[in-house]
């Protein structure tokens, strides 16, 4: 049975599972779910049945289904071991998913489109007040996450080496994000050069936001 992801072209979160099944090479089927305000296709009530959290992204695998995207990314490792997208080594191990966290729980949860909707609508917030708001998150995490990474430059061209991890596919979404909202980049030489190393890679290509089917460039 093919594996269905439902997903949100903009959505950085299932941006990460796009970029994961690609590399896995695993056969798949996008289910475009739209977030944009007056269609909120995660509100109704077909979508809430199917998770009752209303978020994208979310993985259905048979009879098996899972929201969160570091979830499903565990999920389909351990499921689909191969090409691996973990370390070997524990301690490794740990290193990538730390990584992963810094971006996932630290960064993108205080930028997503639910957030900028509240400070919008609920708050008020200026286009500028809030594209500042954003930028200060981006440098929050971005400064740590570019010593992690110039850390273990020597190794080789992803954040950890020679081989994709899922440090990268949760790297790329979200400096796909800070370019989308125009954040300067320059204090970061080691995120972008691992990016575009990543941007030239198919799976990477695949995945990207204006490749989906409801991206509002596509054909």
């Known amino acids: 049975m093919t594996i269905k992801l439902y997903s949100y072209w903009r959505s950085s979160a299932a941006y990460r599972v796009r970029i994961a099944l690609n590399l896995k090479g695993l056969d798949h089927e996008i289910v475009p779910v739209s977030l944009l305000p007056g269609v909120a296709e995660h509100r109704e009530a077909d979508y809430r049945a199917r998770n009752p959290q209303m978020l994208v992204p979310f993985l259905e695998d048979g009879n098996f289904s899972t929201g969160q995207s570091l979830a499903i990314l565990e999920y389909l490792e351990e499921a ?17 998913r730390s990584f992963c966290n810094s ?16 400070l919008k609508g609920e708050l008020g917030v200026s286009d500028e ?50 370019r989308r909202f125009k954040v300067q980049l320059d204090d970061y030489p080691r995120l972008v050069a691992i990016t575009d190393t990543c941007n030239n890679l198919e799976g990477f290509l695949q995945a990207a936001p204006e490749e989906q089917l409801d991206s509002t460039n596509s054909a």
Not at 129 to 153: D, L, P
Not at 158 to 173: K, N, R
């Open 80 to 96: 689909y071991p191969k090409p691996p997208l973990l370390p070997v080594d524990a301690q490794q191990r740990a290193a990538v």
């Open 103 to 118: 971006i996932c729980c630290d960064i993108h949860p205080l930028n997503n489109l639910r957030v900028m909707q509240y």
């Open 129 to 178: 007040q809030f594209n500042t708001w954003y930028a200060h998150w981006i440098h929050e995490g971005f400064k740590a996450a570019e010593t992690v990474a110039t850390e273990y430059a020597d190794a080789g061209q992803f954040v950890f080496g020679e081989s994709v991890s899922f440090a990268d596919t949760c790297l790329i979404p979200q400096v796909y994000n800070a």
